[in-house]
């Protein structure tokens, strides 16, 4: 029963994070997040979904993280990501291929909406304790190697997506700013509430 409990809150956490990132590459033109920059500018250059690039570069992460922590691949991680990347596609294809938002007031709210939801879905998925998708796991490999805080291991996690975006001319804007400093706090906001939620869950069914 626990297990089926973790596996639960790993999708609905998922369904709910992507549902959020995807209202935010809706509204790209004000800017998104470092890595979905990159994933966006790659699938308007290059071609595929922005889905399967999600999937690629998590891939080569799963390499990149191996070699900066000298282990083995995390494999298990690739699923994780496959899941995010089949995800995104799939929200991308439906529900915000129906609509387009132009006036600026609505694409700011989309987008501060698109964060929280971000924030909601991400603090749910962590409490399964799954593999983490390699993006989150090359934080803390830049982490282990470098042996820097957290902060500093993020934001070297960020501009290392950001430096390609920025050469293929993806979506960066005042709107990758805001990201980069919010979905942090929006996932502490939700995080405390479904760490509890969990424990009751567990202890309920143990």
Request: with cysteine.
């Amino acid at each position: 029963m626990k297990f089926t409990i973790r596996l639960l809150f790993f999708m609905i956490g998922l369904t709910i994070m992507t549902f959020g990132v995807c209202m935010t590459i809706k509204v790209a033109d004000i800017g998104v997040g470092s890595w979905d920059a990159l994933n966006v500018a790659l699938t308007e250059r290059v071609g595929l979904s922005v889905g399967k690039w999600v999937m690629i570069d998590g891939a080569i992460l799963v390499l990149v993280n191996a070699f900066l922590v000298k282990r083995r691949p995390d494999i298990l991680s690739l699923l994780t990501i496959i899941v995010i990347g089949l995800l995104v596609d799939f929200w991308l294809d439906t529900v915000f291929n129906l609509f387009d938002v132009e006036q600026l007031l609505a694409k700011l709210a989309m987008l501060l909406v698109g964060i929280l939801i971000i924030g909601f879905g991400a603090s749910i998925y962590l409490q399964a304790k799954f593999p983490q998708s390699p993006i989150d796991n090359f934080m803390l490999a830049i982490k282990e190697r470098f042996r820097v805080n957290l902060m500093l291991a993020k934001t070297i996690g960020e501009i290392t997506a950001l430096i390609p975006a920025f050469f293929l001319n993806g979506p960066i804007s005042y709107g990758t700013i805001i990201i980069t400093f919010t979905v942090g706090p929006a996932i502490q906001l939700f995080f405390p509430f479904f760490e509890k939620f969990m424990q009751r869950l567990q202890t309920k069914y143990s």
